[in-house]
Each structure stands twice: as structure tokens, then as C-alpha cells.
């Protein structure tokens, strides 16, 4: 399950709560286009934003609408006994797999890293992928770490941020049942080409036949024609970028984000809008 | 209100829930000891890791027990709903005032930040303290906005984690009703001496005539003294070390941090145990 193209979709809210309908509506195109997976409350999906009973309920609608294709939902909170009533609520939804962050306010120690991870996979029926993100975590997996939490049981994947220097000397260290996975849109076709497993893709979420066209091309010509996109991305936060881009496409009602997060305003956005059109967002 | 000893103390829970008991029982010697107002749920206080349930009662809790002493709680949250209840419920329990971080997830744009303190203070009906911990929040003030926000209504300290270059310039730029305080307790004694109005002080929520002896002395000597806790705070965390302590000396079950925090183990937590008495703490 945690290979190919993994599509991360925004939840979408409305009026500050959880539109279902526009939520169902962005599931439709991901699931006919046929990605490898849908990763449904990752942090493009706003889980943090969002109590434990939202996310189960966005949990069951997307199984519910997901056909035949695998999904994964993010069980990251700052407590354990969320983390473990959210696992529940997934499990009981019916995902094939989970996805967790070492969600912190005080930054976390390895120990506690580690003692949260073991805490948690020991109680799992489906696998998990292990998600770094300092940006959002402001936790810093140390290799030593990250190698000793992908040896716990039920662990089938690692979402990293990077593509670490020497690919073969991390795969010679891990278990064959666990992929690596790639984060960050714009270093996917570099990650893949190097041997990555499957890319977890903000774009797929809304823009699911450009991102298959990267992830199965085998070549960076298609994502360096995205270049522009990859800039804003960068710049403003992924999630600020394809929320705009949602809000202008009328598929989510604007604000769609948690305040006080927003999407992109101003000269970036109409700069965005541009780009639908000249980069052929499909 | 905003000025001297403000004391944080530990928010202690006893297997994952509450302990009303042993908080009170902290709550005791430091209210007798006079302190000039209680930092109640700050970042030591646990805030981020308890409902919005479980901190409108430790907020009744505080108030009833705090004698005279202002009660300031901290509202920080990801979403602004939450903050909206819990400052409406620290209000409906009598606070003097409220301290609220830039909590984020996502980190926040300066917008976001400045929008999102608009809102707040707006509704506020008492002063408000701003929080900066870059640690904690991921998010880092600019000057600029800090005296942005510092400018609106109902806005009554700022709580900083570092003394200015120019103390008297950051005055300059600030309302007279606005007053500086310090946060990291081996700052605090140089940061009073240097102007600042207020030290939020994690020590004082355990040893509070300790505190006072710095807060009061105007002299560097008794901070310096404190050295080896400091040096303990800074690398361990000053909430693992001064939950370390309150659970050696009795006065909250261990663990008293929600999981997977930990106070502090091993060696270190023997090397504490030493100073307790080489210090003199108390």
C-alpha cells in the first residue's frame, strides 16, 4: 500500500466546520484517476486543526468513498490517549494503514520519541508510516532514531523531507516490508528516480492526472515544468497554495482553512491563477 | 498585574488525569509566599496537552485557591474557537488575565499571527499577555509585529525569551501600560536588572521564596548560586527538571507529565536530587 502515489487532499472546512460534500467532491477525480492511495487528514488535511470525533467521522467518509483504494489517515496528536482513540476510530473506519507525526509543543527527546511510537505500534492492526516533519513538528529525527523506530512492528513506510545523501546505505538499514516515502512535492521526481518507494503528494490531492504524469514519466522534465508551482509551494506552505488554488476552482468555499491559517491572498494568488492555465493543471 | 514574581506552576496529573489534590497542595506554599500573581497553565503548566474541559476547571481550581494573588491562564490553541471558550471560560472563573503563545501546527505567517491576536483581544475583557516562545510554538516575532500586536486593545505585557540589545529602545516603541517580562529563569535575574517589569518564573511555581530571594535582591549572587539548575533547565527543559523535582519531593505522582513526556531520569535526575540540598532550594 505505501507505494507509487500516495494523494494527501485538503479537508475542507466551511464555516469553520468540516464540509462533507465539497470533501466527497475532491475525493471523486483522485479516486477515478487511480492513485496508489489516498492519505486522507495528513498535515495538508489539517489534522491538527480538528478534534478526535472530526476525524473520525472524515476517516468513515473517506473509506466510504474511496472504492477499492487503500487509505491512510494521520493519528498524530499531542496526547496518547488520542492517538489511541484515533487509531481506534481508523481502524474501526476501515484504513489499510496510519500515519504519525512526533507531534510536539515541548519539544520531544528520542526517548520519548521512541517510547510514543513503541507505545503506539504495539497496539495497531494495520500498518504505520512513520511521518518527519520538523517544519511542523519542530522534532528532528536523528538517523540512529529513525532507523530504531522503522524496526518496531507494524511499521510499513517513513515519509522523510529529504533525500538523504547516501539512499543505499539507508536501505541497507531497514527492513524490506518498509518503503520510503517522499514529502515536499517538489523533490519528488528527484526522490523517485533515486529509488523512493512512493511519493505522499499535496498536488495529487487536487491536481491527481498532473501528479500521475511525475510519478509514472520516470523523468524530471514534468515536474521542472512545474517549477513556478514547486516556488510557491515553497514559499508559502504547500497547504496555503493548493487551498487557494481549491478556493478558485469553486471546489471548497473559501475560507476553507482553520483560521488563523489562510490560503494565499493577494499578488501571489492572481500569480497562481496564472499558472493554471499556463502550466495545464489537470 | 503584570509585574515582579509571576509564579508557573506544574499542572500535575495522576494516570493521565488531574490531580486537584496535589495541585492544590502546590498551589499552597506559593500563595502564602506572596508572589505577585500565578502564571496558571503556561507551557510548565501543561496547557497544550489538556482539554478545553480539563483547563476551565484547573482555572476555577486556581482562582479559588489563589487568596488575593491575580490568576493569569494561558488560552493558547490551534483553532480560534477553542481559544474564544477558553478565554470565555478563564474569565467566567474570576482571571486577572490571560497569556496566549502563537500556537502553531502550521507555522504562522505574520498575518496569520496579527489576525489571530486581533481577534482575541477584541473579546477580551481583561489584559492580555503575549507569549513568544520560538521553542514551544515554532514561531518567531519579528519586532515589528511584536509592537503591532503589543498596540492592540486590551494588551498588557509581553513575556519574552531573550533581553533586547537596546532595552530602552523596545520601550520606546511600547505603551506605558504594556510591561516586559522575562521567561528562562537563568535570564531572569539580568533581565530584571536590566528593566524588565516581571519575571514569569517556573522556579517560583515550586520554590517560591527562592524566587523571591532573586526577584527581590536586585543582585546577581543568588542566580548565580543557581547555576547547576540552570544548567539543568537549558539542556533538559525546565519543565522536566521542576517536574522531576515536585515528584522527588513528594508533592505530585509520578509520572505527573501526560505521556510521552518525561521528567527528568537517570543521572541527571540523581544530580538534581544533589542540589536540592547543595542549594538549598526552597
Redesign the interface.
Known sequence: MFRGLSAFPLTPLKE?TFDEQAFINLLRPVVDAGVDSLGILG?TGSY??LTVEERGRIARCAVAHADDIPVIVSIGA????DILRLADDAQAAGVSGVLMAP?S?????E???F??YE?VTRQLSVPLCIYDNT??T?FTFSDELLFAVAALPNVGSIKLGRVPEDLSQVRARLSDTVTLGIAGDWRAASALQAGFDVWYSVLAGLFPQTALAIARSGNNAESERLEPLWELFRH??S?RVITAAAEMMGKVAAPAL?????SL?GEPREALAKLFVSLELA
Open positions: 469553520g498535515s491538527a486543526y499531542l496526547r496518547l490517549d507531534v509543543y515541548q519539544r520531544l527527546t526517548d520519548e520519541a517510547n510514543l507505545t517544519a511542523t519542530g508559502y506552505g497547504l482553520p483560521f488563523p491559517l489562510q491572498q
